[in-house]
């Protein structure tokens, strides 16, 4: 069984930081895409940026300069440092991944999701 758990969301003043991690565990043999999007509230799932096995970078333009992802690929987690942030951040943050099984079966994998609300 894999899964994806997520932890570091909170509460933050605007212009604020905060370091979002995903750690996948389970029968893992590898991990290729690692991402993640958000939710506000009444809007749909979002891009926010990705990262491959080899740490090429992918980010949202609303993001970009702001945020930054990263990956440890021997815990098999993916991070998102989150700086200057703003009001319309706030939104519920969920990590994807691509992920093989020690059968060598591919599935792509979502977490909880961790909730990020940042504040005037």
């Known amino acids: 069984q894999v899964q994806l758990v997520e932890s570091g969301g909170g509460l933050v003043q605007a212009g604020g930081s905060l370091r979002l991690s995903c750690a996948a565990s389970?029968?893992?043999?590898?991990?290729?895409?690692m991402a993640w999007f958000r939710q506000a509230p009444g809007k749909q799932r979002e891009f926010v940026a990705e990262?491959?096995?080899?740490?090429?970078?992918n980010y949202a333009d609303s993001v970009k300069g702001r945020f930054t992802i990263s990956r440890d690929n021997v815990k098999n987690t993916v991070y998102l440092q989150m700086n200057s942030l703003k009001i319309e951040d706030t939104a519920v943050y969920y990590c994807?991944?691509?992920?093989?099984?020690?059968?060598?079966?591919?599935?792509?994998?979502w977490g909880q999701g961790t909730q990020v609300t940042v504040s005037s």
């Open positions: 389970g029968s893992i043999a590898s991990v290729s895409y």
């Open positions: 994807k991944a691509r992920i093989s099984n020690i059968q060598y079966v591919s599935n792509t994998y």
């Open positions: 990262v491959s096995s080899d740490s090429r970078q």
